[in-house]
């Protein structure tokens, strides 16, 4: 079974819409604060930096599936559903007070800031990757 990445977001009032709930484009917001806890902090923590050097997001594709309204944080849940050579795509699932509220994707290119092109992947990415990596 494919080991989840949880992250536990917290909904701003500035995150709500004129109806009162979480602004569609914001989803993608609380989709990256859980993208950066898993590749900067996550990683880190396990002694990868490379992450940080560069990230683009090449794609995202959202379902929204019910609204999410300002309160409690909301529960997201990711893991790694493709891993090529030079990307990687991360599968999220939304979840408010418990209840599925989206699902996303994120096709993710490794980059060189430094030298401002795609890169490869490294062998200790791939490691790191490899617990979140769907069978």
């Not at 977001?9 to 993208?35: I, P, Q």
């Not at 806890?37 to 997001?57: Q, T, Y």
Request: hydrophobic letters at 40%; aromatic letters at 14%; glycine letters at 6%.
């Amino acid at each position: 079974m494919t080991e989840k990445f949880v992250y536990d977001a917290s909904v701003r009032w500035s995150d709500m819409d004129a109806y009162g709930h979480v602004n569609n484009a914001r989803f993608l917001t609380l989709y990256e604060e859980a993208r950066v806890a898993m590749f900067f902090v996550g990683a880190r923590e396990h002694g990868l930096g490379s992450f940080e050097e560069g990230i683009v997001i090449a794609r995202h594709e959202i379902d929204y599936l019910r609204p999410v309204d300002y309160g409690e944080p909301v529960r997201i849940e990711m893991w790694i559903s493709e891993q090529r050579a030079a990307s990687f795509t991360v599968s999220y699932e939304l979840f408010d007070n418990g209840v599925l509220a989206s699902r996303a994707k994120s096709v993710c290119v490794p980059y060189s800031l430094a030298n401002g092109h795609p890169r490869r992947l490294t062998p200790e990415e791939r490691e790191f990757l490899r617990p979140y990596l769907a069978s």
